[in-house]
């Protein structure tokens, strides 16, 4: 794509909607499927990824469901004399992190996210993306960071390598203060008192709490299943 700075690379995809053009990147932020594929909600304005759902919006890029954790561009788009024009700039990068805040000092308020899963980062990421600066502790039952697990369905050779396979690296979390407990599974949780308590006895108080544990998966019923 040539842009008004000189030439660059990328694509963008083009949607009209109600007569209103709008202009974002191509790919989805999950696996880099072809946006241009998939299906524009015009009730929602959303712009919705043909392998694995999830959504843009149009508007701003940012990801509203599913699995795409980063934004896509956005450019102005207009006509002029019969020609649809995108302002793109020199460089065009393919996704967007959104902006987010760390944690404040002084907000005693503690927010505790059960479960390490795609659920769970997203729920992490919205909270700190929409300006919450309490403490944020997301708590998991495995060894590892949160992974794409859909994945290991597809390609069991992948569990050799998880981190590859990671949502998000551990400088993400440290950057935006997200405590990550690991290795730890949850024993019991009492919402009146407001306390969950960990395998091995440690107990956790917050205010807010969000349970994103997700499903067991199915054992396969045969000999070597397990």
Same mark, same amino acid.
């Given at each position: 794509?040539? *842009?008004?700075?000189?030439? !660059?690379?990328?694509?963008?995809?083009?949607?009209?909607?109600?007569?209103?053009?709008?202009? *974002?990147?191509? !790919?989805?932020?999950?696996?880099?499927?072809?946006?241009?594929?998939?299906?524009?909600?015009?009730?929602? %304005?959303?712009?919705?990824?043909?392998?694995?759902?999830?959504?843009?919006?149009?508007? *701003?890029?940012?990801? =509203?469901?599913?699995?795409?954790?980063?934004?896509?561009?956005?450019?102005?788009?207009?006509?002029?004399?019969?020609?649809?024009?995108?302002?793109?700039?020199?460089? %065009?990068?393919?996704?967007?992190?959104?902006?987010?805040?760390?944690?404040?000092?002084?907000?005693?308020?503690?927010?505790?996210?059960?479960?390490?899963?795609?659920?769970?980062?997203?729920?992490?990421?919205?909270?700190?993306?929409?300006?919450?600066?309490?403490?944020?502790? %997301?708590?998991?039952?495995?060894?590892?960071?949160?992974?794409?697990?859909?994945?290991?369905?597809?390609?069991?050779?992948?569990?050799?390598? =998880?981190?590859?396979?990671?949502?998000?690296?551990?400088?993400?979390?440290?950057?935006?203060?997200?405590?990550?407990? !690991?290795?730890? /599974?949850?024993?019991?949780?009492?919402?009146?008192?407001?306390?969950?308590?960990?395998?091995?006895? %440690?107990?956790?108080?917050?205010?807010? /709490?969000?349970?994103? *544990?997700? /499903?067991?998966?199915?054992?396969?019923?045969?000999?070597?299943?397990?």
């Amino acid at each position: 794509v040539a *842009t008004a700075e000189g030439d !660059s690379e990328g694509a963008v995809l083009l949607a009209r909607i109600d007569g209103k053009l709008y202009a *974002t990147g191509a !790919s989805c932020s999950h696996y880099s499927a072809p946006l241009a594929q998939g299906v524009a909600a015009k009730d929602k %304005m959303h712009v919705v990824c043909p392998w694995h759902d999830a959504a843009f919006d149009i508007r *701003t890029g940012q990801p =509203v469901r599913g699995a795409g954790l980063q934004a896509i561009p956005v450019y102005p788009v207009c006509v002029e004399d019969g020609n649809v024009v995108v302002d793109l700039p020199r460089v %065009m990068e393919d996704f967007v992190t959104p902006p987010s805040v760390r944690r404040k000092p002084d907000d005693e308020r503690v927010f505790l996210v059960l479960g390490g899963g795609a659920a769970g980062v997203a729920a992490a990421d919205a909270l700190r993306q929409e300006g919450y600066t309490g403490r944020l502790v %997301m708590v998991c039952e495995e060894k590892h960071l949160p992974y794409d697990r859909p994945v290991l369905s597809k390609n069991l050779a992948k569990a050799h390598d =998880v981190g590859s396979l990671a949502l998000r690296d551990a400088a993400y979390f440290e950057e935006r203060d997200i405590e990550v407990v !690991s290795g730890k /599974a949850v024993a019991s949780l009492d919402a009146e008192k407001k306390v969950v308590r960990l395998a091995g006895g %440690m107990e956790i108080a917050y205010d807010a /709490a969000l349970v994103a *544990t997700g /499903a067991k998966p199915r054992a396969l019923p045969i000999p070597g299943g397990d």
